[in-house]
T-cell receptor, first 113, second 114 residues
Framework: SQQGEEDPQALSIQEGENATMNCSYK?????LQWYRQNSGRGLVHLILIRSNEREKHSGRLRVTLDTSKKSSSLLITASRAADTASYFC?????????????FGTGTRLKVLA | DTAVSQTPKYLVTQMGNDKSIKCEQN?????MYWYKQDSKKFLKIMFS???????INETVPNRFSPKSPDKAHLNLHINSLELGDSAVYFC?????????????FGPGTRLTVT
């Protein structure tokens, strides 16, 4: 089944640096979502990008989508310690004809103060 | 106001026991989900309900039985718990089932089976 794979699995940076994480998927999609999960918490939706969009911004977040390469990237600029979390991409898929989102394996980001 | 709430937050029990996890959302959403997150943080959908109707039932043992008494509630009952059931279970909701809707997650229930 289709699944997003995030890369890298783990990333450690200094506060103020930019963090980039990537997501690759296998089949055609019409949208892709990114979520953040702080330790011990539920996932929080960050941004949705549709297949007809190449780039989208939300505050310090920038998401790109390259449907020809079946990949997306999430860039966090000027990172803060509070950005320390796991980041997941979610891509739509189908099971028995029913729509669902499939989550990737996640990138664990650690921002050092 | 908590959008999606789950109880309990922690659940420690022995093998063979039966337990339930409750979920409630106050967002007025039509669709609710149960996910299981294993120790490697892999998140996998288990069930999805739309307007109280079971829509998605992934390959989950029959020991897991969801119940949706109304659109705002989705409970998960687990019979004869096994060690492999230890995980964090998340409830989520979204406005609709079709693509393009963000999902709102509960805080999770950490289940430990000993």
């Amino acid at each position: 089944s289709q699944q997003g794979e995030e890369d890298p699995q783990a990333l450690s940076i200094q506060e103020g640096e930019n963090a980039t994480m990537n997501c690759s998927y296998k089949t055609s999609i019409n949208n892709l979502q990114w979520y953040r999960q702080n330790s011990g918490r539920g996932l929080v939706h960050l941004i949705l990008i549709r297949s007809n969009e190449r780039e989208k911004h939300s505050g310090r977040l920038r998401v790109t989508l390259d449907t020809s390469k079946k990949s997306s990237s999430l860039l966090i600029t000027a990172s803060r310690a509070a950005d320390t979390a796991s980041y997941f991409c979610a891509t739509p898929g189908r099971t028995s004809g029913t729509y669902k989102y499939i989550f990737g394996t996640g990138t664990r980001l650690k921002v050092l103060a | 106001d908590t959008a999606v709430s789950q109880t309990p937050k922690y659940l420690v029990t022995q093998m063979g026991n039966d337990k339930s996890i409750k979920c409630e959302q106050n967002l007025g959403h039509d669709t609710m989900y149960w996910y299981k997150q294993d120790s490697k943080k892999f998140l996998k959908i288990m069930f999805s309900y739309n307007n109280k109707e079971l829509i998605i039932n992934e390959t989950v043992p029959n020991r897991f039985s969801p119940k949706s008494p109304d659109k705002a509630h989705l409970n998960l009952h687990i019979n004869s718990l096994e060690l492999g059931d230890s995980a964090v279970y998340f409830c989520a909701s979204s406005q609709g089932l079709a693509g393009g809707y963000e999902q709102y997650f509960g805080p999770g229930t950490r289940l430990t089976v000993t």
